[in-house]
Nanobody
Framework: QVHVVESGGGLVQPGGSLRLSCAVS????????MDWYRQAPGKQRELVAG???????DYADSVKGRFTISRDNAKNTVYLQMNNLKAEDTAVYYC?????????WGQGTQVTVSS
C-alpha cells in the first residue's frame, strides 16, 4: 500500500508565500508522477503542478511564475513552493501519486489567502 500525507498549509496574506510538502510511504514500490491538485469551494479539482520521475514539470497557467514544484526522490517527497499568493489560490491542496499504474491521493491541506 502507498500512503500520501500533505503538510504545510495555512493562512497567509496576499503576496505571501507557503511551502507545501507531500511525503509518500511507498513500501518499496516505484513512484512515477507526483502532482499537486487543488479544489476550491464549489469548483472542480484542478491540476496545479506536475512532476515526472524523469524530472519534467508542468504548471497550470494561473500559477506559472509563482509556484515551483520540486521532488526529492531519495525521500519520496514532493514540494510546492508558492509565492505571491493571491486570494484565488485559496483551496484545499491535494497530492496525487502514481505508482505501478495505481493512483493515490492524500487527505489534502487547506491554503487560505486572506488579509
Amino acid at each position: 500500500q502507498v500512503h500520501v500525507v500533505e503538510s504545510g498549509g495555512g493562512l497567509v496574506q496576499p503576496g505571501g508565500s507557503l511551502r507545501l510538502s507531500c511525503a509518500v510511504s511507498a513500501n518499496g514500490r516505484t513512484i512515477g508522477a507526483m502532482d499537486w491538485y487543488r479544489q476550491a469551494p464549489g469548483k472542480q479539482r484542478e491540476l496545479v503542478a506536475g512532476s515526472s520521475n524523469g524530472g519534467s514539470t508542468d504548471y497550470a497557467d494561473s500559477v506559472k511564475g509563482r509556484f515551483t514544484i520540486s521532488r526529492d526522490n531519495a525521500k519520496n517527497t514532493v514540494y510546492l513552493q508558492m509565492n505571491n499568493l493571491k486570494a484565488e489560490d485559496t483551496a484545499v491542496y491535494y497530492c496525487r501519486v502514481i505508482s505501478l499504474l495505481s493512483v493515490y491521493w492524500g487527505q489534502g491541506t487547506q491554503v487560505t489567502v486572506s488579509s
